[in-house]
């Protein structure tokens, strides 16, 4: 140990790694630009699965084939910076900003747009139907409506749009034929054109062989009559030709954009599809910035409070953890979307974490020195961060499991969600391991701190920490009456499922969801009777603050959305649409089985990494606590009639992270008092372990409801049952793993059968293993 102030080398080197880590991010936040989600800037985005056609396979090439015409569609629409991607072998995420209206971008977009030109063979049922052509459905002998209802048969396809070099919608006031859309051709296709007319002018004049019928997607769009000034035999020539058909502007556009972009090589289905109106997304960032802001201050205030200057150079630590996420989100390229925003304020809670478990144990570390010659400060903070890093590393780990099995078993914005917790949890490690670390032994190192070591908040037990030494109370003697308690919430929990049901989001369930904002305040009851009225008997309603309203429904026609909203607009005295989501039935129970597979992987990888971290008794309780969190989560819900949604998966995976967090840091610390005493009774241990990591689950719960609570109040509808999910489950989560989980432990132990002598045996085996780490931090007191 250098003598004075002077900094280890170690310290030096710390510190020019954290510089450049910061200098790093400090350029990734000025010249990169972030993605922004739909969710926060608008626009609409559309989930789009390709499925096998009788002559094409949906494979993943013609997946691609499919990506490509599609992505021709989407610039003819005019959107700016629109992002197309494949997702798995047979989809393909089609992000629109800007452009709020869903369904005509799946009108646009969801259209095979197979176009072939035919001659016309007669009216009627005609002759037995040849087989299909391949790549256009139809073959000689098939019959189609024109646009009169009168039945055409039809001869094989003359070309098709393969063929079409450009596609123009045309409007022609002088003949008063309205919009139209007119072709170029090229190469075969104007050949096959002058002879397919040619023959046609051949026909006798009102004959319906003298007739071209053109066909898009097996339907008749056009079937005009070759002009008599024609000439048989010789027919169009100059490769150019219209489509009339009494076409208003926007479906001339349309089809023109449709000829142009190419025929889909396969069909595709829309089983997504979500739109968000740009002032809601506007609203959403304002709101989530203005929480982030007042969350992060509130906790800057109180860890400065109790830590003191430890606690003001952490909540600089802070800021740079803020800046290293947001610099690793532009790294990676992804997209910040609601949810992910509101786990990017979350993860704030847990560099809190972090800081608060090294504190703590300096403090401790502090205390245990003989009062006649005090540790010294730095010697403090080094064995602090030193016997911290195993609670420290094995909360993150467990969290970071639940963060990636979101990333892998969530789709959508739950997605996102997972790739800024991922991102958070590897940013909060940074601060508080090298950051916080850096700044606190320069700060330690200075004169006039180490003259007044209490200034740095170690010098000291701290409040709670006094109160229990003093009190010394045995919150473990009345273990089975804890447990009674948590099966009575359980109890009650399951009653709120069975009585009054899930209700499962439309992402879970499929269906349409549409939100409003109305003028006036609207009656849930009364627009619910209104919609019925008008035809929509099964659609949900419900309303949130004055100028908010909800209609939940099955897939919808293009008609019966119009119709609902003008009920909504009449009701309402003016609407506005600013959120619509369509979820097909198929997503929706593959949503639902991720879920479900998500949350039980959890819960086995919880249990694995923690059985090899711990004993199988620690594992096991554990788990059941993080179960029995859950459940008391989910029945509240029920209770309460909220939504179960995807935003609710994210927070509940969340729950499960920070209830495992908890519950290791008590188990981390009876492992460490179990190396330093071994014949001690494990439940005097678990009682100490508790009584020892109490001001570290007080003060980081502390932090995290400051944050939480700024979401629930400022983050808008859309984070507050998100937020209120997560206070619930912090809450029964501090509980759980003190009278839960640790309980649960000492039965489990009591009933383990080992002899305390073999159990002394593995103890000392693990502390070999683990290269006598447990030996020379045992300094804590039993």
Known sequence: MPAGGTLTRATRVRALLALAILALSTFLALTQPVRLGLDLRGGTQLVLETRDSPTAKADRDATDRTLEVLRRRVDALGVSEPHLARAGDHRIVVELPGLDDPDEAAAVLGRTAQLTVHPVLGTGPGPRSAPADPGTGTGTGTVLPDDTGTPLRLGPPALTGAEVQRAEAEFDAESGSGWSVGLSLRGTGERAWARLTGTAACAAPHDPARRAAIVLDRKIISSPQVESSVACGVGITGGTTRITGGFYQRAAQELALLINGGALPVPVDIVEQRAVGPTLGALAITSSAQAAVLGVALTAVFITVVYRLLGALATLALACYALISYAALLALGATLTL????GFVLAVGMAVDANVLVFERAREEYAAGPPARPRTLRSTLAAGFRNAFSAIADSNVTTLLAAVLLFFFASGPVRGFGVTLCIGVAASMVSALLITRVLAECAVALPPVRRRPRLTGLAGLGRVRSWLARRRPDLLRHRRRWLALSGAALLLAVSGIAVRGLDYGVEFTGGRMIEYTTTRPVDAERARAALGTAGLDRAQVTTSGDDALTVRTERLSAAQLRT??????????????????????????????????????????????????????FALSAVVAMAHDVLVLVGVFAWLGKSLDGVFLASLLTVIGYSVNDSVVVFDRIRELRAGARDAPFPDLANAAVLQTVPRTVNTGMGAVFILAALAALGGDSLTDFALALLIGITVGTYSSVFTATPLAVVLERHDGASPRRTARRTARRTARRGGRDRRDSGARV
Do not use: C, M, N
């Open 339 to 342: 949810p992910g925003l509101a």
């Open 564 to 617: 609902a909203d003008r009920v909504v607009d009449e009701l309402g005295g003016g609407a506005e649409k600013v959120r619509d989501e369509l979820i097909g039935p198929s997503l929706g129970d593959e949503l639902r089985r991720g879920a479900l597979v998500a949350l039980g992987l959890a819960l086995a990888a919880q249990l694995v990494y923690l059985a090899v971290r711990f004993r199988w008794t």
